[in-house]
């Protein structure tokens, strides 16, 4: 990873159809910051004491360790209690996530959306900036602050994160149903969505059925006998022949609308069955122990913190600053860099407008748009990562999951190896079993073999991806060419963007000559 630095929605797991449309964009912000902050670190001791109420036990521990690290005037010793920082804190904020699920206040969500522990820890300059970001922005769509996470999961919003140590338990737990639902949603959106796409193809035939009707059914006068109609023209015995071939498309499309309306009927009673049963245990486990306040699902919130703190790492590294505590002496950001929604929206944008493909799924060969879920975190990591490229119970409208570290060094960076790893890990499971053999990560991996390279074939990806983007689509070469081949025809810009490379250099020429032939010979 260390090449790639330097070269460098309250909703359930089926999302909303409307984000399904292929041409649908990303929004564009029209405002990063508000103009007066809020007042929640102007004390900073009662911020702290807020954040220090809940969890006695984590509490405390994280006192005693933070009062050795703040007043410890020995570099050394600083360095030592630092690190002894990290275990304790992380215990401590997922304790401060199970109250906030429950009981939001504004010290436990800065808590948790930051890393914040102790205001004083920051910068009066950084106190003020923080207090402008935006607090509720954007919450159509899929882009979360780790507070919002944790509650929308502990709701049951949101499914909480697989994990390999923690397999779903089936019965009729609410975890267990909820997956059979988000299973029996795909089911419903996925055969609405194709559903959509056979009423177009039907639309069109018939419209050219009707054309080649009339076509086929208007004759001239004979010239030889007058008010005789003339034989059929050559034309019209065409089209007669051929509005056999339409029929026989219609019918086929039509039973395959009727099975798929069979399927929809079942999927959809199965779902209502499925949201009673839900309601019942949910309802059944709100007074039990794992249940908070509201009803929130406390094992779902200890389950995924978990997974939060897995993916904390891995944006970090093994070389990087794990310091979970936002503090102005780690803080290596700019406002325009710093990992808001705001910001990361701005580059999801960008990427899309290059990768125009980068959020499409297939189901049943019909391309789907599914945004990701965006998990901000508060960290000083470098890279993002992709946690699930889709539900594996859900293919047809589950959203990824990638998380993106708030505090990193360069956020380009760290945004675009999180799709990057989203866009290696779609394409690797959907190929299955021939993910060597085919499409782009089959072509990738074999060049990758032929070149006998050592090491990550993804992590050689996402550096590649990255070159992809900021280079290559500027007309920069500076991949290898059985790369450029690779990304240009699986990963592939705009039209508009091919238009204007085929001009500037005669490489890319000659590949958008390969996509002509291949368009020419259905081959595509």
């Known amino acids: 990873m260390a090449d790639i630095e330097e070269n460098g929605i309250t909703e359930d797991e089926g999302g909303e159809i409307s984000e ?14 508000e103009e007066a902050g809020h007042n929640a670190f102007s004390n900073p001791v009662e911020f702290y004491k ?107 919003k949101i499914r909480a994160s697989t994990t390999d140590e923690t397999p779903v338990k089936k019965g009729n737990t609410p975890a267990h149903i909820q997956a059979l639902l988000d299973k029996t949603g795909g089911k419903v959106e996925g055969n609405k ?31 030889i006998y007058p008010k005789v109609q003339d034989v059929c023209t050559d034309e019209q015995k065409k089209s007669l022949q051929e509005l056999q071939d339409v029929a026989k498309l219609l019918l086929r499309i039509d039973r395959e609308m009727n099975g798929l309306l069979k399927e929809l009927d079942e999927a959809q009673e199965e779902s209502g069955k499925l949201k009673e049963k839900l309601d019942e245990e949910m309802a059944a486990q709100a007074g039990s122990d794992d249940a908070g306040p ?3 699902d406390l094992a779902a919130v200890d389950t995924e913190f978990g997974s939060v703190r897995q993916m904390a790492k891995m944006t970090v590294g093994r070389q990087g600053n794990a310091f979970p505590i936002l503090a102005t002496e780690f803080y290596r950001c700019q406002p325009a860099t710093t990992g808001t929604k705001e910001n990361i929206l701005s580059l ?35 890279f993002g990562v992709c946690w699930e490229p889709y539900d594996k119970r859900n293919k047809a409208t589950s959203r990824g999951r990638i998380a993106v570290p708030m505090y990193p060094k360069n956020l ?17 499971e959907i190929a299955s079993y021939y993910w060597m053999e085919e499409g ?33 689509s500027e007309g920069t070469q500076k991949l290898p060419k059985e790369v450029r081949n690779t990304f240009w025809r699986y990963m592939p810009f705009p039209q508009t963007l091919k238009d204007k490379l085929k001009d500037r250099n005669l490489i890319y020429q000659e590949l958008y000559q390969k996509d002509m032939n291949r368009a020419m010979s259905d081959g595509y």
């Open 20 to 33: 399904f449309s292929v041409e649908n964009r990303l929004p564009a912000v029209t405002k990063k910051i």
């Open 50 to 156: 807020a954040i220090m109420a809940e969890g006695k036990d984590t509490s405390t521990r994280l006192h005693t360790v933070f009062q050795k690290y703040t007043q410890a005037k020995d570099p050394k010793d600083k360095t030592v209690f630092r690190m002894q920082l990290i275990s304790p804190f992380w215990e401590h904020l997922g304790a401060v996530a199970r109250f906030y699920a429950g009981s939001p206040s504004p010290q436990k969500k800065y808590a948790l959306r930051f890393g914040l522990l102790h205001p004083s820890l920051i910068s009066p300059e950084l106190r003020e900036y923080f207090s402008k970001i935006v607090d509720t922005s954007f919450q159509n769509l899929p882009l979360y602050y780790l507070d919002e996470w944790v509650r929308f999961v502990g709701l049951g």
């Open 193 to 223: 969505s194709l559903l959509d796409g056979k009423n177009v193809e039907r639309a069109r035939l018939e419209e050219n059925l009707r054309g080649m009707v009339k076509s086929a059914t208007e004759h001239d006068e004979s010239p």
């Open 294 to 296: 509201a009803g929130v």
């Open 348 to 382: 999801l944008a960008w990427i899309e407008s290059i990768d125009s493909e980068v959020f499409h799924r297939a189901y049943k060969g019909k391309p789907n748009r599914i945004v990701p879920y965006v998990i901000i975190l508060p960290t000083y990591g470098d």
């Open 412 to 428: 380009t960076v760290a945004v675009l190896t999180a799709v990057a790893d989203l866009r290696w890990q779609v394409a690797k």
């Open 440 to 472: 782009l990560t089959g072509n990738y991996y074999q060049w990758f073999q032929a070149q006998k390279l050592k090491g990550d074939v993804k992590l050689f990806f996402i550096q590649d991806y990255i070159m992809w983007l900021t280079k290559e």
